[in-house]
């Protein structure tokens, strides 16, 4: 049996000052009601209510308030064996009462986060075919290629402010998922919900089916997707592009979050799409965003600035691209120009320094950082000749910092910054602990997935979490507040300084670099006033500019209570 979870319930947290919603007029009655998760309230509708909306015998005759409703969640949850189960439990929650669902997810983010999305929405996904329960959200196929447009009218709702997207062709660090993917669109736009107020009705869950090349899953007869392997080439591109088309017509002001596309389609289609319609890519921009705030957060305990910092990737993907891409645009705020900025970096992946003299075609997204010097084949050379300030681990590869990598970096810094980035746990560079122990609790340390604090030689040291949480959930919410026509690479830059700046000074004193992740709607409040700032200043805001911006975006965030409901 595993540990028991405690569920807050801060009481009327959310009931106050609220104005502007004081009743909702529904349309729906009975059965109809009860079965919609939006409108749902389950036991928690009041006597009122159930005359009114014809509600009278099909619910259990008392009134239950919202926090009793979260004390039996709780029981339920607490009485599951394990983790798959309770997100089993979750999601089935979340199809039947969204406002309870959120309720649960927002008071208990730090508990449940790792349920509802990493890592155990991994596990989800490998066996969705298996403990699938109910449709969420909308599955455009390889076999449907041609009706997109007539597709997309067979959602009934015409506002979306935020679709996030996958073709299931690299879920998370698991690889070719295929239509099973699904679970990370839904967890995704949970944590856009939890995060930062987007209203649940205005997400939509997209998955992009263009076959797998998974062959357990094409032999498995409960698989739900395609059962073909991948489209490829031009095929691939157009229905991709069908897509695109039908989702911009239907649904012209939502934005379209790419999600774990395999990095040969992710680059490609963020470039053919980034100046046509509000969309971006979570893995590049999002994880580029989270690593600079580190960076930034570090270089306060430093006192150094980013244009001094000479820095080593190991990993050439992705993630360590878009991080890249990041830092320069920092560098530029400092007076460096493109070329300055990418004289700072080296790459590193699996066949060594990433040079142009290494005799290979390098794929697209490494050109621009390729150097021009004899390629050195172990990441030792590599750090013995470049002597870094900053070590960022992006390659999948566990226990690739060894001790000699961590003590050389101690060697050629004061307080070395080390970010082993990959996720899972398992797949870090190093630990925290090794990061610690080995550079005598010097280094500046960062990862992907949680570890927890270390003390060492009487001091408590915190690792910080580099989440993508903490910046996409407030860039998709400063794009849809201000109606951008665009998400730029600044709106990201901004958010990265954004989150920096809320780093405590007695975070910064136990070497962590980002703020507590539950002041996570505090957190995209600002970054998406300081998104929205950046489409006023240039110029792609669609909204006449409110005088007070941080209230105006609080107030259009979504709180989970019961409204009263009164009769259209
Ligand atoms: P990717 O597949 O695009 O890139 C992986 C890179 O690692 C490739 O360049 C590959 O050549 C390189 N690589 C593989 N084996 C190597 C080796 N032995 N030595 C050196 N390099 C090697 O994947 P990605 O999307 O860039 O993600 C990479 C890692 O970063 C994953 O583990 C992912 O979980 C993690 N990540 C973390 C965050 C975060 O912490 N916020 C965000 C995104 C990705």
Known sequence: MTEKTHFVKPMHRYEVDDLDHPLMYVNK???????????????????????????????????????????RVEENYNRLPGELEKYIFLEALHDRNETLFYRVLIDNLEKLTPIVYTPVVGQACQHYGHIYRRARGMYLSSGNRGKFKKMVKNWKRDEIDIIVVTDGSRILGLGDLGTNGMGIPVGKLALYVACAGIYPSKTLPVMLDAGTNNEALLNDPLYLGEGHHRLT?????????????????????????FEDFTNNHAFPLLEKYRDKVLCFNDDIQGT??????????ALKITG?????????????????????????????????????AREQFWFVDSKGLVSNLRGDTLAQHKVAYARDEPPLTSLMEVLNKVQPTILMGLSGQTGAFTQEVVESMNRYSERPIIFALSNPTSKAECTAGQAYHWS?????????????????????LVPGQGNNMYIFP???????????????????????????????????????????????????????????????????????????????????????????????
Not at 44 to 57: I, K
Not at 317 to 336: C, L, N, R, V
Not at 446 to 452: E, K, L, N, V
Not at 475 to 480: E, H, Q, T
Request: hydrophobic share 40%; with cysteine; charged share 20%.
């Open 233 to 257: 080439g031009d095929e691939y591109y157009e229905m991709v592009d069908e897509f695109i088309q039908a989702a911009h017509e239907r649904w012209p002001m939502a934005l379209i979050q």
């Open 474 to 568: 407030g860039v998709g919410l400063g794009a849809c507040v201000c109606k951008a026509s665009k998400v730029t690479n600044s709106m990201f830059y901004a958010a990265a300084k954004t989150l920096a700046e809320m780093v405590s000074d007695h975070a910064l004193s136990q070497s962590n670099v980002f703020p507590k992740l539950s002041d996570i709607r505090d957190i995209s409040a600002k970054i998406a006033t300081a998104v929205c700032e950046v489409a006023f200043d240039e110029g792609i805001a669609n909204i006449t500019r409110p005088a007070d911006l941080f209230s105006f975006v609080q107030k259009k965030m979504y709180r989970p209570y019961y409204i009263p409901y009164a009769k259209i």
């Open 29 to 71: 009655t009975g059965t109809d009601l009860i079965h919609d998760p939006i409108l749902n309230k389950g036991t928690g509708f009041s006597a009122s209510e159930r005359d009114e909306f014809d509600l009278v015998g099909l619910v259990p005759p008392r009134v239950v308030s919202i926090d009793d409703q979260i004390s």
């Open 304 to 340: 150094q600035k980013l244009t001094d910092q000479k820095i080593v990737f190991l990993g050439a993907g992705s993630a360590a691209i878009g991080i890249a891409d990041m830092i320069t645009a920092g560098m530029a705020e400092e007076g460096y120009s493109l070329e300055q």
């Open 288 to 297: 580029g965003a989270v690593a600079l705030a580190g960076i930034l957060g």
């Open 440 to 460: 005598d609790g010097k280094a500046i340390f960062a990862s992907g997935s949680p570890f927890d604090p270390i003390e060492y030689k009487g001091k408590t």
